[in-house]
């Protein structure tokens, strides 16, 4: 988890397909190593979808971790739950109770595959790599050339964690994130249908399921959706506020009169688009970067809360060009009452706490 900004040209983020999780410099493409034996990817209906749906009705199969207040105990007790399956697709692993969950799944016949990003992490997860490569869990490279910034967990192809968090033991205490739990059975298949061509390498183009929000595929228009959608009010954290699209979405939203709200860590590089965003009469609030404050990771809009026409989208999506255009992410867009009320109370308790942005 960054405390200092790192500052990237447009055309190097671009290139290299950047996410501001990390400092991190791209890593050169490099062979994929082959690991442990994998096994033949799990059957799961995929039927490719073209443009995004409206926000899916309210799923009784939602609920929604808030981070740090939550803790990481569930996300490790569905890990020990396991009896059949457990499918890991994480931008960065290094949670040493996580990696040795999965190593004792794996231990136990429980079939454990895991992909780790290489294109901007290699180096950072090779640690986790080679432990779990050594304890017969099924773990690959994900495929060369693209960011894989997806943070997923699948338990038994029955129970799917969509989050905004890396398992990173050292940003749990206090970086705020998201974990929606997902057992719709349209949403799992289609996010087990997906790591198994991303496992095997195969390209795919995801399904939706019932409310999934992919990158590259339909994560712009989801986005835009739901600001766009927004008829009273929009609250908003992210990592970044790098997408001139997205940027120029809050401002039309505040010039017609939603009342835009954005928590964000301070950092100089969306300071200009903090400046167009205040002077349309978007509310900013800030937290500094500093180890002694809360760092906002989370990526989670709430589009008018309380109100009928309440929706919320929630993942690993960062307001960046590379994030929604090019990387492989994954998030969720819901009316679920209660995602929607858990993730806007977050957001209000961060607002109210951070300072208020001044050019």
């Known amino acids: 988890m960054p405390r200092t900004a790192l500052s990237v040209l447009a055309g190097v983020a671009l290139v290299f397909g950047l996410s501001s999780c990390k400092v991190t410099m791209a890593q ?3 062979p994929a190593s082959p690991g442990p034996a994998s096994p033949a990817p799990r059957s799961a209906p995929a039927v490719p979808s073209a443009v995004p749906r409206p926000a899916a009705p309210a799923a009784a199969g939602l609920s929604v971790l808030t981070e740090p207040q939550a803790g990481i105990g569930p996300i490790y007790r569905l890990i020990t739950s396991a009896r059949r399956s457990v499918d890991m697709t994480m931008y960065e692993l290094r949670d ?29 997860n090779t640690g986790a790599y080679d432990y779990l490569a050594a304890r017969h869990v099924h773990v690959v490279w994900a495929p060369a050339g693209t960011t894989y910034h997806q943070k997923t967990l699948t338990i038994d192809d029955a129970t799917s964690v969509v989050m905004t968090l890396n398992m ?40 939706d399921g019932a409310d999934l929000v992919w990158s590259p595929t339909n994560a712009e ?28 979405a809050l401002a039309a939203a505040a010039r017609r009169g939603v009342n835009v709200t954005i ?9 200009e688009a903090f400046s167009d965003l205040a002077r349309d009469g978007v509310h900013i609030r800030l937290y500094p970067d500093s180890s002694r404050a809360l760092y906002i990771h989370a990526k989670a809009i709430v ?32 009316t679920s009452p209660a995602v929607i009320a858990a993730v806007s109370s977050a ?3 961060d607002y109210a706490g951070a300072t208020p942005y001044s050019p």
């Open 168 to 207: 990173v033991a050292e940003d749990y205490p206090d970086t705020r994130d998201f974990a929606v739990v997902d057992t719709g059975h349209a949403d799992v298949a289609a996010i087990v249908a997906t790591f198994n061509a991303d496992f095997s390498g195969h390209g795919v183009t995801p399904p």
């Open 96 to 124: 040493p109770t996580a990696e040795a969950d999965l190593a004792a799944d794996a231990a136990r016949g429980v079939d454990v595959r895991v992909i780790l990003d290489r294109n901007l992490e290699q180096s950072r």
């Open 221 to 248: 228009a989801s986005v835009l959706a739901v600001i766009n959608g927004a008829r009273h009010s929009l609250a908003v954290e992210n990592e970044e506020m790098g997408d001139s699209t997205v940027t120029s």
């Open 347 to 349: 957001l209000t308790h």
């Open 303 to 334: 589009a008018d809360a309380g109100l009928p026409s309440e929706q919320a989208m929630v993942g690993s999506q960062n307001f960046s060009v590379a994030s929604l255009g090019y990387n492989r992410e994954l998030g969720i867009r819901t």
């Open 28 to 30: 050169p493409g490099a």
């Open 263 to 271: 928590t964000m860590t301070a950092d100089s590089e969306w300071d």
